[in-house]
């Protein structure tokens, strides 16, 4: 039984392989863009919207709240990746009801690449908050010896957030396949649908974790301002 994306190759050329994990990493990419451009095509103001305006508008406000209660700071500079992150994780898992499909999610690859998006985003959205100087210096605090332990710390949280996504969702995935072969019927119809509810949790949840750590990154420099003005 081949679980892992990785070890499905659809297609190879010499060195030259395309993998179910990049296929269905593509497809979903293509129904999110295909999707956003049907959904924003006639955005209006005036009279009635549509539903796909309604549910995206539920959906950008509901994000909005979720950062600003977070970062207690305005959800604008992190919206786009703040949402994206959590978009695509959760339609990765949603379509996996979909027969054949396998959630690019499930492979350890995809997961390693969206926390390295967030290693990167942490100190992008922190030095253009703090500043260059001001963000390096917590490294070295309160002394220089913690320097290695709090890069360290960098690390191992980035290592964290693909590995929770990850297992969490190759469970699912060997749970459902595991009652597919004892009881084909009842049972993994439930499991299913529990499946997507772990996977829009885990979407949650990681896009939750990367906004918690961008905030930890920018919020010092707030901290300090406000001890100022008192």
Known sequence: MTINPDEII??????????ATLLFTWITMFLLA????????NLTSKGTLSRWQNLLEVLINGINGQIREVS???PGPYLPFVGTLFIFIAISNIIAVVPGYIPPT????TTAALAICVFIAVPVFGI????????LRQYVQPT?????FNVIGELSRTLALAVRLYGNMMSGTVIVAILLTITPLIF?????VLGLLTGLIQAYIFAILAMVYIASASRAHESRKDKGEK
């Open 72 to 74: 207690r700071q305005e």
């Open 144 to 148: 220089y010896i913690m320097l290695p």
């Open 10 to 19: 659809i297609f190879q050329w010499a060195w030259f392989k395309v993998n």
């Open 34 to 41: 295909f999707g956003s451009w049907l959904i924003t095509r």
């Open 128 to 135: 253009a908050r703090r500043g260059l100087g001001d963000y």
């Open 188 to 192: 993994p119809v439930v499991m299913q």
């Open 106 to 109: 499930s492979s350890l690859s």
